[in-house]
């Protein structure tokens, strides 16, 4: 388990003391392509998840399904983290796109608290 942590240090975000793990690629297989372990699409949802390396225990933070994703996240301490990403602006029965808009979580572990902030609209 370690050494796929090691192999993707890149596309995960290891808390400061290093115990937990962010993974924002949720949804996706790991595969092993010319000895190097990489992320596969899957499924249309998306997920952030954590890992606690110590208790090998991982714990679903975020999800949502196909009109959103997750592209990044960021340790603000050893139980906080940023997540960004981004949703398609829909209309009200969710049939005609309108473009696109940010958005922005902060994740505390410690109070299971989420806030969830959107952008304006990003394209047409």
């Not at 003391?17 to 899957?42: A, T």
């Not at 983290?81 to 979580?105: C, H, K, P, S, W």
Request: glycine share 8%; with cysteine.
């Amino acid at each position: 388990c370690s050494s796929i942590y090691e192999d993707m240090k890149d596309l995960y975000a290891f808390s400061p003391n290093g115990e937990k793990v962010i993974s924002v690629h949720g949804g996706k297989e790991i595969q092993e392509v010319n000895g190097k372990h990489v992320f596969v699409p899957g499924e249309p949802d998306s997920s952030v998840e954590v890992i606690n390396k110590q208790l090998q225990k991982i714990q679903t933070v975020l999800f949502c399904g196909t009109p959103c994703g997750f592209n990044n996240a960021v340790w603000v301490n050893n139980d906080s983290f940023v997540v960004v990403g981004e949703e398609m602006i829909l209309d009200v029965e969710d049939t005609n796109y309108n473009g696109e808009r940010a958005t922005l979580y902060i994740v505390d572990l410690t109070t299971q608290k989420i806030e969830y902030y959107i952008g304006p609209a990003t394209s047409q």
